[in-house]
């Protein structure tokens, strides 16, 4: 049964209902569907230099492009790229790019994703249903209003020499102007935030405008390691009180960012709701439910690496749920949630996809066998044709034709210091259970190459880097390797604030903290980046 929303959530409601009901009855025929889609982008795009090149006005089915488009890396179509930043002309796609969107990918170097109002209009396409289903799975998220995270870029607005803009203005623009004009009337944030891009300010004015709403139903949000990172400090009563004066006289007072107060305006002064948080917040173990009674979804990344942070976070939730997002890639969107589903979706509306097999085969969507992974190839009407976006999911089910993905990782996110090639799979699965909080392992050469752990967990135990070790060894190859001395013990260290360096170096190199996933195997890492005392 469907439950009016409150006033907050009218426009929204009105943008996506029965979006739900319609996905889902043509997941029935989502191979139809994907391939229509294709020939749809193909003949939008057979004018541009590279549909001419390939032909694309003669193509009249996906096994016909397949023949006639060879699988790209980002490396294979880099030129095409920069020419496209020079004129905007037709080189990719026939409709003009709107904007690029800046991804360093798991390999580094600065990438350049184009964005057409089309590929936007997909974007869309594929996130109504999810809104709609949730509304219908989640209720009383429509109670109060909701925080979907705002997080500082930390760069400069830049453009490509032709002018087009480098990073959309904002993430409504994936929504459209309807929809995201009605998801702004339900924030519980003001949008000039977007505009702060110190990161101690952001968090300081975050917290408070967040710590003043008393009817936050509804948390949106990437990686769950930013939501424990933003909430950390309020375990600090010192800085606590400074957000509950600031709640309770309406002033920052004593916030040292004052520079910017006057672009980001406090909470308007609630003497209740301050102190109610002050006798909450000087407790030793809180809640979120206690701050946010009203508190009823947060959504997040729950799989791959975004599983280590689950444990802390659902002691910090108490009965709140929680519902992972999908695969939402830079260059679209792959899989979205549904609530009736234990798997997130094929997203069969963003894009067309094609799924790569270990023995080269590349697989429309209802080829594929539950149980397998696969890496995921993308055409957008963007103007990326059989794009290797470097994600690997495993198929756990089929609704309909559409399969049910789960994220597992990346691709290339290997190890190798004398043949032992860790993956970080096997390393999240062999580790991870001997752990809890944020850790990484990377590699570390030399006269004695080995492995080095660092972890926010501080365990006095002098075996657990022999735990370490002995997990690892479920590698055959890291076993060989140990029992021929070419590999030495691999050795622990504690880091208490791991997780917060992590999004130190995202705010220095430009990115959003939002956006940062955590790695737990790392390749390289910076040598003053892990300055640790031993565990």
Known sequence: MRRPCPMTWDKVRD?????????????????????AMLLRILDANAGCGYGIKHCYSAIQSASEYQQATPIVGYEDIALEIEQSTLSNSPVLSSEPIVAFEETGGSRGGRKLIPYTSMSLTAFQAALTPWLDDMLLSFPRIADGTAYWAVSPAMRKSQQTPSGIPIGLESDAAYLGPDLGNAIAETLAMPATIANVHDLDAWRFFTLAHLLATENLSFISIWSPSFLLELLRPLANMAYADQLIETIEVGVYSRHRNAAYDARMPPPKAHPARARRLRNILSTRHWTMKEIWPDLALISC??????????????????????????????????????????????AVDSGFHEFLASDGRALLCDELSVGETYSVLMTTWGGLYRYRIGDLVRVRGYLGQAPLLEFVGREGCT???VGEKLSEEFVLNAVGPLLRGAWVLTPSPGASPHYQLFTEQHNGDADLAASIDRALCANPQYAYARSLGQLDEARAMHCPDLCHRWHLHASKTGRRIGDVKPPVLARVMDADFFKASPA
């Not at 943008?15 to 391939?35: C, I, P, S, W």
């Not at 599983?307 to 969107?333: C, H, R, S, W, Y």
């Open 415 to 417: 190890t190798d210091l």
């Open 301 to 346: 990344w729950t799989h791959a690496t975004s599983k280590i942070f689950l444990p802390e976070m659902e002691n910090l939730l108490a009965d709140v749920a929680i519902q992972g997002k999908g695969l939402i890639a830079t260059e679209g969107i792959v899989t979205l949630p549904l609530a009736s589903s234990p798997f997130p979706v094929l």
């Open 15 to 35: 943008n996506v209902t029965n979006a739900r009901d319609r996905y889902v009855a043509r997941l029935a025929h989502a191979r139809d569907l994907q391939e």
